[in-house]
T-cell receptor
Framework: AQSVTQPDIHITVSEGASLELRCNYS??????LFWYVQSPGQGLQLLLKYFSGDTLVQGIKGFEAEFKRSQSSFNLRKPSVHWSDAAEYFCAVGAGAGRRALTFGSGTRLQVQP | NAGVTQTPKFQVLKTGQSMTLQCAQDMNHEYMSWYRQDPGMGLRLIHY???????DQGEVPNGYNVSRSTTEDFPLRLLSAAPSQTSVYFC???????????????FGPGTRLTVL
């Protein structure tokens, strides 16, 4: 069975600083990987996804993620964090038809200091 | 389009009470699913449906019932609520386009349930 690990429960960065959120996955085949963001009191919004091809994928809101098969990782990055980026971030792997069966990591809560 | 809607937003139940969490989507999506979100555990799949009249269990189905009589609606029923079911519940929907290897899921805003 697939699994996703997000080792950082809580991260605090200063506004304007760079950000990297870690994600490690376990999956038997080629993974379909996702990053979602959840703002307080809101549902989940898809930031970006990786299926195949270029291992560096661009998403919305200036985020990018790099797939590294050798490390089973899919880390999320942003060069300069804005206060509005404060939220909880979830990494997920998709399985089954249409990759709709999502297995989520436990999430990383991002706090942004002024 | 309203997308995926969930009602109620908040609910408090006593142990043993029953209730139904409502989920509706207006995107004509065949696939719908329910997740629960608990602190430190991410989201876990409860039940899902690939179309009207078809449902199946996810990772944590115990204590929950579902049915799918229409494409638009996918209610989640708690027959006898327990404190362990205190959680935030999210509904999601997507297409079932077999021509595509990926069908993006759209999430509702969630229902926060507390069982005393």
């Amino acid at each position: 069975a697939q699994s996703v690990t997000q080792p950082d429960i809580h991260i605090t960065v200063s506004e304007g600083a760079s950000l990297e959120l870690r994600c490690n996955y376990s999956y038997g085949a080629t993974p379909y990987l996702f990053w979602y963001v959840q703002s307080p009191g809101q549902g989940l919004q898809l930031l970006l996804k990786y299926f195949s091809g270029d291992t560096l994928v661009q998403g919305i809101k200036g985020f990018e993620a790099e797939f590294k098969r050798s490390q089973s990782s899919f880390n999320l990055r942003k060069p300069s964090v804005h206060w509005s980026d404060a939220a909880e971030y979830f990494c997920a792997v998709g399985a089954g038809a249409g990759r709709r069966a999502l297995t989520f990591g436990s999430g990383t809560r991002l706090q942004v200091q002024p | 389009n309203a997308g995926v809607t969930q009602t109620p937003k908040f609910q408090v139940l006593k142990t043993g009470q029953s209730m139904t969490l409502q989920c509706a989507q207006d995107m004509n999506h065949e696939y719908m699913s329910w997740y629960r979100q608990d602190p430190g555990m991410g989201l876990r799949l409860i039940h899902y449906s690939v179309g009207a009249g078809i449902t199946d269990q996810g990772e944590v189905p115990n204590g929950y019932n579902v049915s799918r009589s229409t494409t638009e609606d996918f209610p989640l029923r708690l027959l006898s609520a327990a404190p362990s079911q205190t959680s935030v519940y999210f509904c999601a929907s997507s297409t079932r386009d077999s021509r595509s290897s990926y069908n993006e899921q759209f999430f509702g805003p969630g229902t926060r349930l507390t069982v005393l």
